[in-house]
């Protein structure tokens, strides 16, 4: 397993089953560049990584938009640049080194995003008082239509995806 999932749980179920699944295409890209398998890697990053992402980073904007986030223009920096590493990616499909790279960069990205920035959201919405309100905001993650492949492609490494009741 490239990154576990464990290190970038921030503690709202919504978000965390968010990351999870990123991880969990991250880690299968990972797992298929590996093994030699391109044309599935490729498949992979655009079916499930570039949609996905879209809609995870505009739950995460809509959460800060509403209760006030002070640095939410240079989160949405963050998320905008993240999209041209992902836009890069696409644009290199066909050049297995330069796509290892974008892949290997997004991997780099989405863990240390949420390692760093994302916390930062989290102590903010913990001291004003708003942490659990903002996690209930959004009632489930993003649906995830590839993650049966992913269960699949990653075998037991594949990380479930915590579904909030």
């Known amino acids: 397993m490239l990154i576990n999932p464990n290190e970038i749980k921030i503690g709202c179920s919504v978000f965390d089953a968010e990351h999870v699944a990123l991880v969990n295409m991250i ?47 240079m989160h949405k920096k ?33 863990f240390g995003h949420v390692q760093k920035t994302d916390k930062k959201y989290v102590d903010f919405f913990k001291e004003k008082g708003c942490w659990e309100e903002a996690c209930e905001m959004l009632e489930q993650p993003v649906e995830l239509e590839i993650e049966e492949e ?13 579904v909030k009741k």
């Open 27 to 73: 880690n299968a890209i990972h797992k298929l560049l590996k093994q030699g398998n391109r044309e599935k890697a490729k498949e992979i990053f655009q079916k499930g990584l570039v949609e996905y992402t879209e809609k995870h980073l505009a739950h995460e904007e809509k959460v800060m938009e509403k209760f006030g986030y002070p640095d939410l223009e």
């Open 78 to 110: 963050s998320h905008e640049m993240f999209k041209r590493v992902i836009a890069e990616g696409i644009k290199n499909l066909d050049d297995p080194k330069a796509f290892a790279s974008e892949a290997a960069m997004a991997m780099g990205w989405i």
């Open 150 to 162: 992913l269960r699949q492609i990653l075998g037991p490494e594949y990380v479930e995806v915590p």
